[in-house]
C-alpha cells in the first residue's frame, strides 16, 4: 500500500463527463490499495473569466478580493469530484485551503506556502476516505484567501505531498509527460521518460507551462517522486496501475537518468517586452538605482545588457520585462527618473525568449554556436543573450518564435524519428 497524491488540471475536469473520467482514475489507485488524496484546478477557462469579472468590477482591484473570488473555482471542483466519487461507490470529501490548513504568507495573488498541517488530512487518508482537496488556494496569517499565481494547483500538489510524506505525486494534465518542447508548437517533439530536477526548473521558469515554477523547487527540496501523466488516457489502460514506472515523466535527481543529451528540451515565453535607458551616467549604484525600485514592484527583470560606455562617462542599458508588468515599469522608471538620469527611455513590446536547456552543456563546448548558426541560417535577428551553466536564452522577434523553436529543436537532434 502506497500514500499518493493526484493533481489533475483545469482540462482534466473541464465538464462533468471529464470529472467522472477522473473519479475513475481514483477509484484504480484506491482499488489498489492506496490511500489517496486528490488535488484539482477549477474548470478550463473558470480562472480566466473570474480574473477578468475582478477587472470589470474595479481594475484598480483589491488583490485580498481577487484572491477570494478567484479561489472560488477550485471549490466548485473540489466538490463535483467529492460528489462524482461517491456515485461510484468511493468514500470522498471535499478540503478546501483553510479546513486543511494550508498557510500561506500575505502576498496576495502570488502566495507562498508556509506551512500545512497533515494531521487532518492524514486521519482522512487513514480511515480510507479520500481527501479531495482545492488547489490554488491558501490561508494568510490574517485569515483571509490567498492564491498561489497561476499554475498553482501543481505547487499544492506537491507540497501535500511533502506534508502527508506521500509516496509519489502524480500531475495529471492534458499531455501524457514533459517533452522536448511544447508539443502543441512543435509535432516533432518526443515525450521525455525522465528530467532532472534542475532542467525541469529551467523548462518551467522559461516558459514551460506544464509545471509552475514552484512546485518544482519543492519537489527537488522535498524529494518528492513527481511525475507528469495524462488523464486523458483511459483508466484502465495497460501499465497505468504499474506503481514503480507509470506512463508519463519522472522529474528526478540528475545520476537517475542513464543517458544525459547534451540538450534536453527548448523553451520558449512570448510576450516579453524590452526597455532600453540611453546615455545614462556610467557610476557606481546606477544599476541599484534602476533595479532597486523595480524589484520592490515585484517586476521581474531578466536579460540585462550593459553597452561599453565609450567616453566612460555615459553607457547604455537594455534589459526585459513581461509585457504586462512594462508600463509600469516605465512609470517607476519615470518617477525615479533624477536618480537614473538617463536621456531617454525607450520600451518595445513583441519580442519573445527561446530557450536552450540541458545539463550536458556543462561538459560540452560550442552549443551556444550551434543555436547562433541555425538562427542566422534562417534569418532570424538575435537581439540579446543570456546564458548559464545550462541553458543560453535568445531574444527574439515574437512572430519568428515558432521557427526559432522548431530550428533549434531539430539542430540539436531533439525531433523524435518520424
Ligand atoms: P493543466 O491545466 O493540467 O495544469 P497546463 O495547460 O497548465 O495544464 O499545462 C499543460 C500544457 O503545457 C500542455 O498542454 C502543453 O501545451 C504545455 N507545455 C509547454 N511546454 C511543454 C513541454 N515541454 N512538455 C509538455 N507540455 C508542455
Ligand atoms: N486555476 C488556476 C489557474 O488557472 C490554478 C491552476 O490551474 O493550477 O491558474
Ligand atoms: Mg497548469
Redesign the pocket.
Known amino acids: 500500500m502506497a500514500r499518493i497524491v493526484m493533481k ?5 475536469v473541464a465538464d462533468i463527463e471529464r470529472i467522472r473520467n477522473v473519479a475513475r482514475h481514483v477509484k484504480r489507485e484506491v482499488d489498489a490499495g492506496n490511500q489517496v488524496a486528490v488535488v484539482v ?1 477549477a474548470m ?1 477557462g473558470t480562472t480566466n473569466q473570474l480574473i477578468a469579472w475582478v477587472r470589470q468590477a474595479n481594475d484598480n482591484y483589491d488583490p485580498r478580493e481577487y484572491d477570494s473570488v478567484v479561489a472560488s473555482g477550485e471549490q466548485v471542483t473540489s466538490g463535483l469530484l467529492a460528489l462524482a466519487l461517491q456515485a461510484i461507490g468511493v468514500d470522498a470529501r471535499s478540503w478546501l485551503g483553510w479546513q486543511i490548513p494550508l498557510r500561506t504568507d500575505g502576498n496576495h495573488n502570488s502566495a507562498r506556502i508556509t506551512d500545512i498541517d497533515g494531521t487532518d488530512l492524514i486521519a482522512c487518508l487513514e480511515k480510507g476516505q479520500v481527501a479531495v482537496i482545492a488547489g490554488f488556494q491558501g490561508i494568510a496569517p490574517e485569515n483571509r484567501m490567498t492564491t498561489l499565481g497561476r ?1 498553482g ?2 505547487t499544492s500538489g506537491v507540497a501535500v505531498a511533502a506534508a502527508m510524506s506521500a509516496d509519489r505525486c502524480d ?5 501524457d ?8 508548437i512543435e509535432p516533432k ?1 518526443r515525450r521525455l521518460n525522465r528530467i532532472a530536477f534542475e532542467e525541469m526548473l529551467e ?1 518551467a521558469s522559461l ?4 509545471l509552475q515554477v514552484r512546485s518544482v523547487e519543492l519537489a527537488m527540496v522535498h524529494k518528492v517522486r513527481t511525475f ?1 501523466r495524462s488523464s486523458f488516457n483511459a483508466p484502465d489502460a495497460p501499465g497505468m496501475d504499474d506503481p514503480l514506472n507509470p506512463p508519463g515523466t519522472l522529474i528526478c535527481d540528475e545520476d537517475e537518468i542513464m543517458e544525459q543529451q547534451v540538450v534536453t ?1 527548448i ?1 520558449f515565453a512570448r510576450d516579453e517586452a524590452q526597455i532600453s535607458l540611453r546615455r545614462l551616467d556610467d557610476k557606481p549604484g546606477i544599476s541599484a538605482a534602476i533595479f532597486g525600485p523595480l524589484a520592490e514592484a515585484s517586476i521581474n527583470v531578466d536579460m540585462i545588457v550593459q553597452n561599453i560606455s565609450e567616453d566612460g562617462s555615459k553607457t547604455d542599458m537594455t534589459f526585459t520585462v513581461p509585457t504586462v508588468d512594462l508600463d509600469k515599469a516605465v512609470r517607476i522608471l519615470e518617477k525615479n527618473r533624477r536618480s537614473i538620469t538617463s536621456e531617454v527611455i525607450q520600451s518595445e513590446k513583441g519580442l519573445a525568449k527561446v530557450s536552450v536547456i540541458g545539463i550536458g552543456m556543462r561538459s560540452h563546448a560550442g552549443v551556444a554556436a550551434t543555436a547562433f548558426r541555425a538562427l542566422a541560417e534562417k534569418s532570424i535577428n538575435i537581439r540579446a543573450i543570456t546564458t548559464s551553466e545550462i541553458k543560453i536564452s535568445i531574444l527574439i522577434d515574437s512572430a519568428y518564435t515558432e521557427l526559432a523553436v522548431r530550428t533549434l529543436h531539430t539542430v540539436y537532434g531533439l525531433d523524435k524519428a518520424s
Open positions: 489533475f488540471g483545469g482540462s482534466s484546478s478550463a499554475g494547483s501543481d500531475i495529471y494534465t492534458d499531455v509527460g514533459v517533452y522536448t518542447t511544447d508539443p502543441r517533439a523548462m516558459g514551460a507551462k506544464v507528469v528540451g523553451a
